[in-house]
């Protein structure tokens, strides 16, 4: 037997939008964070170079794709607080996670940058 929305209090509330779009928004952010991830540390500082390209990017695309990333993040986290959906403080709990280490990461690359 398949539950319905309206039987969840937490998806009832008749001013929330639907929760799809909260569920999108949080795949994207991950995905996001993700893609940089890879591309920050396996695609620029170990693939390309063994093939002899793009040596030296990975910090600085690792900046731009952190702030990206960390946007995604807290519009993720923002869209889920107003749909009041049932696993949002799980997923905001797992978006501020990502968050901190997209931060610590963006350090990181920001040193490499500055030395």
């Known amino acids: 037997m398949a539950v319905t929305a309206a039987a969840d ?3 009832s509330h008749p001013d929330a939008p639907p ?3 909260a569920e999108r ?3 994207t952010s991950v995905v996001v964070s993700g893609v940089r991830c890879f591309l920050a540390y396996v695609l620029f500082p170990w693939l390309l170079p063994a093939a002899g390209i793009a040596s030296g990017v990975g910090s600085g ?3 731009a794709i952190g702030v ?3 946007v995604f993040n807290v519009l993720s986290i923002r869209r889920f607080q107003r749909t009041r959906h049932r696993y949002r403080w799980l997923i905001t709990s797992l978006n501020a ?3 901190v ?3 610590v990461l963006m350090v990181i690359d ?3 940058l500055l030395s």
């Open 97 to 99: 996670g990502i968050i």
């Open 101 to 103: 280490l997209l931060a």
């Open 9 to 11: 209090p937490d998806t």
């Open 19 to 21: 929760q799809a779009p």
């Open 110 to 112: 920001l040193s490499d």
């Open 25 to 27: 928004v949080f795949s």
């Open 68 to 70: 990206v990333a960390i």
């Open 61 to 63: 695309l690792g900046l």
